[in-house]
């Protein structure tokens, strides 16, 4: 999408580690830690195998390392927990740094007992930096709309005891079942739950979930709204994590929230269609925002959104 500019991998070097592991590190470019703030990796592979990224980092002006820690997402050992010190938090989904890093090595480790996976299924790697320098995001109308047809599903009619917590994986089996998957949504549930936390919303787990359903994804962090319009114009839909306090987002299910997600569906001049979950029935999930508004909740809060399509679709 414009605004994103990749940069190459080079092929990864993977060392067995104890009890099954097999980990590889990733040095992030010196250029790309100026004003850094936020750190985002996610690993997708179409295996059951677990995962967890670490990080170590130097700080600006000093010559001490120091190390952070991400909760492991899927089947993974027991006794693995985040770990964080006042400079790199470990944020469950992600890492917020809080001082100037000088340099910075991502570690991730996958847990299988047969490493031939990590060179035969498909997998993807990503890492997505958000600075604090980048600009507030503009949205521009459009004289063309795209309005993809996302089955709509109601978090809100699912089991009381679930049904205040699950928003991202109902939004997962929306957009699973445009790609014809026709999921029940309590099994993609059950599949996005992160056990170390018991919840349902943690990011890089409703990724991993998808895998099941043989599909790839990432988490970025986007720019610019034109960078999700780019996605929708190619008929893909993104799952997008909003918050608002009540007032900031006109005609939506519920007052206020401190993360919530919402599918993104397509947009029309200056309003952006949604699928929000949220919504009592499965009929009032198809909504319409105001795209200025909605820009402010997601791009100005943590621009963060899921891209998921079929692993069949990534060439070779």
């Known amino acids: 999408p414009p605004g994103i500019a990749p940069q190459p991998l080079l092929p990864l070097h993977w060392i067995a580690t104890e009890g099954s592991g097999f980990s590889c590190a990733l040095p992030l470019a010196p250029e790309s830690l100026d004003s850094v703030c936020e750190i985002l990796p996610c690993f997708s592979c179409l295996t059951e195998c677990g995962y967890r990224f670490a990080l170590d980092y130097r700080l600006q002006g000093e010559k001490e390392t120091g190390s952070a820690r991400l909760d492991p997402i899927g089947d993974f050992p027991a006794g693995e927990t985040s770990q964080s010190d006042p400079a790199v938090e470990a944020a469950i989904d992600l890492f917020v740094v809080r001082r100037p890093l000088a340099s910075a090595t991502l570690h991730l480790t996958v847990h299988t007992a047969d490493p031939a996976v990590l060179q035969t299924v498909p997998a993807l790697l990503s890492v ?38 699950v928003c991202s994986p109902t939004c ?28 349902y919303g943690v ?27 780019w996605l929708l114009d190619r008929g893909r839909p993104i799952i997008a994590s909003i918050r608002f306090e009540e007032g900031e987002l006109t005609g939506a299910p519920i007052d206020r929230t401190s993360g919530h997600l919402v599918l993104l ?45 079929p692993a069949s679709s990534v060439r070779s």
């Open 172 to 199: 997962l089996s929306m957009l699973l079942d445009f790609y014809d998957h026709r999921t029940d949504v309590y099994d993609v549930i059950a599949a996005a739950r992160h056990a170390p936390r018991n919840m």
């Open 265 to 309: 569906r397509g947009y029309a001049k200056e309003m952006v269609r949604v699928n929000d979950p949220a919504a009592a029935t499965d009929e009032a999930v198809v909504r319409e925002y105001d795209l200025e508004e909605f820009l402010k909740i997601w791009l100005e809060r943590s621009a963060v959104g899921y891209a998921i399509f």
């Open 203 to 229: 990011w890089p787990a409703n990724v991993h979930a998808a895998a099941r359903w043989n599909m790839l994804g990432y988490l970025l962090h986007f720019p610019t709204w034109d960078a999700a319009r």
């Open 128 to 165: 997505s930096l958000r600075h604090s320098t980048t600009p507030s995001p503009e949205g521009n109308s459009s004289a063309d709309g795209v309005d993809l047809s996302v089955p709509p599903k109601s978090q809100m009619v699912l089991d009381p005891s679930l049904s205040g917590h």
